[in-house]
């Protein structure tokens, strides 16, 4: 398996090794010390309600302070954790620190947001991950019904008893699940069907292409007008223009996320970018 070969390529370190090897296998036990030495942090970027710019939720997106390299982003870690199986403590430390920060977030202020949680297909497929969520929503006091999981299409694609039972055994402890990058992996509408899905995100690439690229808005408008009437939410990731904006608020997105609003932050940032956001409704209503 992934996790023992990446332990037993330790013993097969020789001067042999091509510098790519070398290179990952430096990055690997990087990622090991980093774990050790709390260098991860999780950041949050908002999920806006459009019809008054206030948050519905927020993303907790992962970051590694990296002593010489500074805040490295996820793209560069994740997929070597979850080659190593490194991912499923990483993950598990994800999921504590978010929703227990939501929590905290609630008592003080916000007590309808919600918090959505990037789930790896191998953590989500793990023998004890429901037991795990279980056991993270009673030591943090937060509710199901505010913990959104965010997996991808591949993991839909596992067909497997062990699959149809994590999100039967999910569904009805009432936390919710959503498809992120939606459209980018093999789409399908039956797994929308076959599966207690409660939303989905429309990847960043077709948002990004509207309102220029035809083929983007076509696709952006279908999947936004099937999945309301298949009484999904809907996110749009990646909002970074007023075009953008304006297009979504005429096909209804009921939530957006992106550079427009708000970049993933420190969790100390949320408050006062929430405070403010609350204080300001319409600023990114157009009129
Ligand atoms: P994702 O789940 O699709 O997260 C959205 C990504 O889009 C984030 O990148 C976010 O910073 C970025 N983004 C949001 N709005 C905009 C925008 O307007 N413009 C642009 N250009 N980008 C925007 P990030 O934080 O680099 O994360 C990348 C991916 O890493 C995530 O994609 C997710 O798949 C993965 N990831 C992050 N944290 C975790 C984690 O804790 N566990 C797991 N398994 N995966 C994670
Ligand atoms: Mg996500
Ligand atoms: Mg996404
Ligand atoms: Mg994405």
Redesign the pocket.
């Known amino acids: 398996r992934a996790g023992l070969s990446g332990r037993n390529s330790y013993q097969f370190y020789t001067e042999g090794m091509n510098s790519q090897a070398r290179q990952r296998l430096r990055l690997e036990s990087a990622l090991y010390r980093a774990l050790e030495r709390n260098e991860f942090e999780?950041?949050y970027?908002p999920q806006i309600d459009p019809a008054s710019g206030a948050p519905l939720g927020v993303?907790?997106?992962?970051?590694w302070n990296h002593p010489d390299r500074g805040v490295v982003?996820?793209?560069e870690f994740?997929p070597l954790?979850?080659e190593t199986g490194l991912?499923i403590a990483?993950?598990e430390w994800?999921l504590r620190i978010a929703c227990a920060q939501c929590r905290t977030w609630q008592d003080e202020g916000f007590p309808d947001l919600r918090v959505a949680?990037?789930?790896?297909a191998r953590?989500f497929l793990e023998k004890n991950f429901v037991p795990l969520l279980q056991e993270i929503l009673k030591e943090t006091g937060l509710e199901a019904g505010s913990l959104d999981l965010?997996i991808?299409e591949s993991v839909l694609m596992q067909e497997s008893e062990r699959l149809t039972g994590t999100l039967g055994a999910i569904a009805l402890l009432g936390i919710h699940i959503s498809i992120?990058?939606f459209g980018t992996g093999y789409s399908s509408l039956a797994y929308l069907k076959r599966f207690p899905v409660n939303g989905l995100?429309i990847?960043?690439s077709f948002i990004q292409g509207i309102p220029g690229n035809s083929d983007d808005m076509a696709i952006a408008f279908a999947i936004l007008s099937l999945a309301g009437n298949l009484g999904l939410r809907v996110t749009a990731?990646?909002?970074?223009t007023e075009a953008q904006l304006g297009l979504l608020n005429t096909w209804r997105c009921p939530q957006l996320?992106?550079?427009?609003f708000a970049?993933?932050m420190p969790a100390d940032s949320f408050p006062p970018w929430a405070m403010k956001a609350l204080a300001t409704p319409g600023d990114y209503r157009p009129v």
């Open positions: 999780v950041y970027q993303e907790a997106l992962m970051r982003g996820p793209d994740i954790l979850e991912i990483a993950g994800v949680v990037n789930i790896s953590q965010e991808t992120d990058d995100k990847d960043r990731e990646g909002v970074e996320q992106g550079y427009l970049r993933p």
